[in-house]
């Protein structure tokens, strides 16, 4: 999974603003292990 850090993919946390993989990471936040909602923020896409 090289390049990850430059994927269009990434949501910021709604909790605490962390910029993480929602698909890497099924909606939870890796850094506050809050669950995103997949209909929030920018659409993937």
């Known amino acids: 999974m ?3 850090a430059t994927m269009s993919g990434y ?3 709604m909790a605490c603003g962390h910029e993480f ?3 890497a990471t ?3 936040c ?3 292990k ?3 909602n ?3 923020g920018e659409p993937l896409g």
Do not use: M, Q, T
Request: charged fraction near 20%; charge should be neutral; hydrophobic fraction near 35%.
């Open 11 to 13: 949501y910021s946390c």
């Open 30 to 32: 890796p850094h506050c």
């Open 38 to 40: 997949c209909c929030e």
């Open 2 to 4: 090289a390049g990850w």
């Open 34 to 36: 809050f669950k995103a």
């Open 21 to 23: 993989d929602p698909i």
């Open 26 to 28: 099924r909606w939870f």
